[in-house]
Structure formats: structure tokens, C-alpha cells
């Protein structure tokens, strides 16, 4: 009864050697098939060069940046879009006194550099450009031919 139980561990075993075996060299075809897959074409298309001017001004706005065309432009765009975008300029209204107060609380917290003369011209170009405005009811619809839905 010895030998036979010794027969039997030794088929086993070639079963369960031959079973690795194909577990292995499926593994391994998996891996080589997942890591050997054809590659997309990708083929890179050249950006075209913008023949659009930086400095072009239409219908009284500088067209880059939104900004409107007025004295003190340039310096206002040279030091306030180095840092960030000309739309946060743009969105925002305030009086002089609260651009100013903003430019403080970036050179204190946002480590905006000293503006030194251009402060004034900066400030002067945002407090005429984008003040406050009166923000109110439409005026009221006149001439209007007025009909009836049925």
C-alpha cells in the first residue's frame, strides 16, 4: 500500500507541476500581450504661428487681455497680469480707494513688488476704467408695438 501512495503523490505531483506550468506561460503571455500592444499613431500636428498682434486695439479694447484702451494701460498690464490673469482686473469694480486698498493687501500678503511711480498711473487707469457703476432697472420699453398671444 506504500508504493501505491507514493505513486499516487508522484502523479499528483506532475498534475499540479503541469497545471503551474500553464498558469505560468498564460500569466506570462498576458503580461508580454498587455505590455507589446501596437502603440496609437499619434502624430503631432505644428501649432500655427499667430499673425494676431499683441498690442491690437479693437473697437477700444485691447483685444489680449480685455483690458480697456486708455493712459496707463501698458504699466497696468506689465504689473498686474505678471501675476495673474487681466480677467480678475476686469470683472472687478472699485473706487480708487479700494484699488488701492487692494494693491496694499497683495504687497503685504501676496508679495506684490513696490510699485513706485506706476502706482499712481495704475491707480489713476483703474479708478476711471473700472469704477463702481450705478447698477439700476432697465429704462422702460418705449414704441414698442405690443400684441396679444392667443
Known sequence: ?????????????????????????????????????????????????????????????????GFIADTGMQVTIQNCTACHSAKLVTQNRMSREGWKATIK??????????????????????AKNYAPTDKGRRQNLEDIEWYELK
Open 1 to 65: 500500500m506504500g508504493n501505491d501512495f507514493q505513486k499516487q503523490v508522484q502523479a499528483f505531483s506532475k498534475i499540479l507541476l503541469s497545471f503551474l506550468v500553464i498558469i505560468l506561460v498564460l500569466f506570462g503571455g498576458l503580461f508580454y500581450w498587455a505590455n507589446h500592444k501596437s502603440k496609437p499613431n499619434i502624430v503631432e500636428i505644428p501649432l500655427e504661428e499667430s499673425t494676431e498682434d499683441y498690442d491690437k486695439i479693437e473697437n477700444g479694447i485691447h483685444v489680449a487681455t
Open 105 to 126: 493687501w497683495m504687497q503685504e500678503t501676496q508679495n506684490l513688488w513696490d510699485l513706485g511711480a506706476n502706482e499712481e498711473l495704475i491707480l489713476t487707469y483703474l
